[in-house]
């Protein structure tokens, strides 16, 4: 029937609905839009100067070095939102000053009608070479509230054993300043902190998984609650039968008791293990090694111009058996 209708209309009225047709389909979404309740502000481009953009997110956002080089290296990243029209602004010239690209954008009034869900950035020293890994959480924020503060996550070791403590490490940023910062382990809040930043110190923890998360208010009186997060406890690397031990010789002996020996390795000269000192016999022992390479280095706190022969030196400790490492001291 309507279209029956439509093709008796007379020449006035086809021009009227032909009319409404045109505006229904062919005016602008963006004039049809809602206006801005705030304003985003992207990182677009690290440009050519990464270390002063680096610089420039880590005091936007109160994150620390590593964890603003992961967000300059993963642009185009979300630097904030609902902020003010200036503020943004502020935002965009503060990184493009830095030498960066950045881009504001207009958040509609129907933004946070329906419950939304914002990254929260966190990173955790877990990479091989200890450098800091930046993770991606999302968090459920309340649809009738302003966004809450980032969160930023660390803990450390990088790869902790059931022998060490973990220290837990955790900060926040938000427009309106950080009030406080609340760190849960295994579902038990443990620490609270006034300020942008708290760090808690816990184990050691039995091998397997523990979790843990963080919670953050504003001092507008926001709050964003991190996800749970889980730090891998590894089994301690069992001790070693190997052993090095020896005793000084020469004109000098006496003197040994006021002399130590720094131990580096397994198969790794840098790497400090222990240090013993020579006993009033003059003999000395590293028991429970490892078996591997090992530099000793003989040392003093005293002005004594004696001197041991040799200084330093590499030792090849293997199997179960003792090396027998002895000191000329003149």
């Known amino acids: 029937m309507f279209f029956v209708r439509m093709f008796s209309l007379n020449k006035k009225e086809f021009k009227l609905l032909y009319f409404i047709l045109f505006i229904y389909l062919m005016v602008p979404q963006y004039a049809l839009s809602k206006p801005c309740k705030g304003y985003s502000v992207t990182l677009t481009s690290m440009g050519s100067s990464k270390i002063q953009v680096v610089k420039a997110v880590g005091e936007l956002t109160g994150l620390r070095f590593i964890a603003a080089r992961k967000i300059v290296e993963s642009a185009p990243s979300e630097l904030n939102t609902k902020l003010s029209r200036e503020k943004a602004e502020r935002y965009k010239q503060h990184i493009e000053k830095a030498g960066g690209e950045a881009r504001v954008d207009c958040m509609s009034e129907d933004v946070g009608k329906q419950n939304r869900m ?102 507008n009186g926001t709050e964003t609650i991190g996800t749970v997060q889980h730090v891998m406890i590894k089994e301690a690397p069992a001790f070693g039968q190997c052993s090095i031990s020896g005793k000084v010789t020469g004109s000098y002996a006496a003197v040994a008791p006021v002399f130590f020996i720094n131990l580096f390795g397994p198969n790794n000269d840098q790497y400090f293990r222990e240090t013993t000192g020579f006993k009033a016999n003059g003999r000395y022992k590293f028991d429970k090694l490892p078996p591997g390479k090992y530099r000793m280095t003989v040392n003093t706190h005293t002005n004594l111009t004696v001197t041991a022969h040799p200084v330093s030196q590499i030792v090849n400790c293997q199997g179960s058996g003792s090396q027998n490492v002895n000191y000329d001291f003149r």
């Open 118 to 219: 914002v990254t929260v950035r966190s990173e955790s020293l877990d990479s091989p070479d200890k450098s800091s890994v930046l993770r991606s959480q999302h968090v459920r924020v309340d649809p009738d509230r302003e966004p809450g503060p980032s969160l930023g996550t660390v803990t450390e070791p990088d790869h902790p054993t059931n022998i060490e403590k973990v220290k837990f490490i955790a900060s926040a940023s938000h427009a309106n300043g950080v009030k406080d910062i609340t760190i849960y382990v295994e579902g038990k809040k443990v620490h609270t902190c006034q300020g942008s930043h708290c760090d808690y110190t816990g184990g050691p923890f039995k091998t397997g998984s523990v979790s843990w998360n963080i919670s953050a208010r504003s001092k």
